[in-house]
């Protein structure tokens, strides 16, 4: 079984891009998560997905953040426009439901220049 | 105020020894999971532990939620062991999103 794939592992981007992350959960998983990893703030919650209705919408990042869930085997988080504090490692991870584990994504790391 | 504390931040391990480490908790929890993540690396999940004790090979966990917390101990480390370890705090109803620990940074003592 393949587990969470996120595209691309590594972007590039100019301050004021517009860039969309893209992630794949388990099959048959039904909770979907973004997640952005920092040195400073460490792991915070983005979105959360569960059957593909936003559950959860991180406050603080709503804003230039969005992120879209179209159909159960692919999500995507669209920064637009991005900002250099936007570098960081974006993390997407599923879970078949509550009271289950979260399985991790390889990353995207970002950098804005 | 921060509902999930890790401690220590960091620990310098001679290979052979023994280590603890520690989450508490501020609020109520449906569990507890524990990741390891190396440098560079994404989060790799070594428990998903909603109460008493588990074992997968040299490490347990246990949680104990009247206590409000969670530990993970290390036995007989090894170079290898080194990276971050994480706890991550999955709150109780629908709202599965983790609430993670700051981290413990697990250093290698080089002889």
């Known amino acids: 079984d393949a587990g969470v794939t996120q595209t691309p592992r590594h972007e590039v981007a100019e301050k004021g891009q517009t860039i969309i992350l893209k992630c794949e959960p388990v099959s048959g998983h039904n909770d979907l998560f973004w997640y952005r990893q920092t040195k400073i703030q460490g792991l915070e919650l983005l979105s959360y997905?569960?059957?593909?209705?936003?559950?959860?919408d991180g406050g603080a990042f709503k804003d230039r953040f969005k992120a879209e869930m179209l159909n159960s085997s692919f999500s995507t988080l669209k920064i637009q426009p991005t900002e250099p504090k936007d570098s960081a490692v974006y993390l997407c991870?599923?879970?078949?439901?509550?009271?289950?584990?979260?399985?991790f994504g390889p990353g995207t790391r970002l950098t804005v220049l | 105020g921060q509902q999930v504390q890790q401690s220590p931040a960091s620990l310098v391990l001679q290979e052979g020894e023994n280590a603890e480490l520690q989450c508490n908790f501020s609020t109520s929890l449906n569990s507890m999971q524990w990741f390891y993540q190396r440098p560079g690396g994404s989060l790799v999940s070594l428990f998903y532990?909603?109460?008493g004790t588990k074992h997968s090979g040299r490490l347990t966990s246990t949680t104990v939620i009247k206590e409000r917390r969670s530990s993970l101990h290390i036995s007989s480390s090894q170079t290898t062991d080194s990276g971050t370890y994480l706890c991550?705090?999955?709150?109780?109803?629908?709202?599965?999103?983790?609430?993670f620990g700051s981290g413990t940074k697990v250093i290698p003592c080089l002889p």
């Open positions: 532990n909603p109460s």
């Open positions: 997905f569960r059957s593909k209705s936003l559950m959860e």
């Open positions: 991870a599923s879970s078949l439901r509550t009271d289950y584990e979260q399985y």
């Open positions: 991550a705090l999955e709150p109780p109803g629908f709202a599965s999103a983790l609430t």
